[in-house]
Nanobody, 121 residues
Framework: QVQLVESGGGLVQAGGSLRLSCRASGSIFSMAVMGWYRQAPGKQRELVATMTNIGSTNYADSVKGRFTISRDNAKNTVYLQMNNLKPEDTAVYYC???????????????WGQGTQVTVSS
């Protein structure tokens, strides 16, 4: 069973920066698409950024130019560097590991427990 453990959330003033980390257990990290999602109170969970196993990235329009996703396969860790934070970035941030279908094995998704990011104005 894959476990994802996030860290790095907290309270920051608008314009500040935070770096989230997510460490995954298991030996399939290098094959996975890793991603960050967030959920604000009263809203649906939304994609923030993803990175494939070969380094292709995808960002939500609202974070382009401010957030950067990266990964270290040797450490089974994915990062989210968040700069120029805004109050509207306040949410619980979740790490996601997506394992594509492998032959007869269906695709799988794993989630971390979430870490709170609060941006004050």
């Amino acid at each position: 069973q894959v476990q994802l453990v996030e860290s790095g959330g907290g309270l920051v003033q608008a314009g500040g920066s935070l770096r989230l980390s997510c460490r995954a257990s298991g030996s399939i990290f290098s094959m996975a698409v890793m991603g960050w999602y967030r959920q604000a109170p009263g809203k649906q969970r939304e994609l923030v950024a993803t990175m494939t196993n070969i380094g292709s990235t995808n960002y939500a329009d609202s974070v382009k130019g401010r957030f950067t996703i990266s990964r270290d396969n040797a450490k089974n860790t994915v990062y989210l560097q968040m700069n120029n934070l805004k109050p509207e970035d306040t949410a619980v941030y979740y790490c996601n590991q997506h394992i594509p279908r492998l032959g007869a094995i269906p695709q799988r998704d794993y989630w971390g427990q979430g870490t709170q990011v609060t941006v004050s104005s």
